[in-house]
């Protein structure tokens, strides 16, 4: 069996908002990620991981800032359209594991709502995906409130 990894990053600043989108879902937030899509950090990152499995670089080159057709476009779109790509080379999906870096809001009565809305994406089980949250304890621009950042890590094998 062929095994890859894959290991993305995102980030995005945050300004004064009602609601902030992370893995598919809208959080109740005094802040709101900013971004040229939705923002969903979770999902970009997500995105960069099984990307980056399947050898197909990363969200940027497929879905750049400059393309206006995408502005303000659901993250959950970006990671149908990047399980299409991956799934026509001959992948699928094992396990995804993924962190959040946030103060504020509280993630952790969410999870299992992103697990459900991304499992359903990506045609796997929501026992396929980990997700995780922590603060940046007060320190730097995470720590500030200023931004989120994402970390996730795809495996990926070829179908049989």
Do not use: W
């Not at 979770?42 to 990363?58: E, K, P, Q, V």
């Not at 359209?81 to 594991?97: Q, R, V």
């Not at 304890?137 to 495996?155: C, Q, W």
């Amino acid at each position: 069996m062929n095994i890859r990894v894959g290991f993305g990053f995102d980030v995005h600043q945050l300004e004064a908002g009602e609601q902030i989108i992370l893995g598919g879902i809208s959080i109740p937030s005094s802040k709101k990620a900013v971004g040229h899509s939705d923002a969903d950090v979770l999902i970009h990152a997500i995105c960069d991981a099984i990307l980056g499995a399947a050898g197909l670089r990363d969200i940027g080159v497929h879905f750049p800032n400059t393309d206006m057709s995408i502005k303000g476009i659901d993250s959950k779109i970006l990671l149908k359209k990047t399980f299409d790509m991956i799934h026509s080379k001959g992948y699928e999906i094992g396990n995804i594991d993924a962190t959040v870096c946030l103060e504020n809001p509280k993630i952790n009565p969410h999870v299992e709502a992103m697990k459900i809305t991304l499992a359903a994406v990506l045609d796997i089980s929501v026992d396929d995906i980990s997700i995780k949250a922590t603060t940046n304890e007060g320190l730097g621009y995470v720590g500030r409130e200023d931004g989120v950042n994402a970390y996730a890590v795809a495996l990926l094998h070829r179908r049989d």
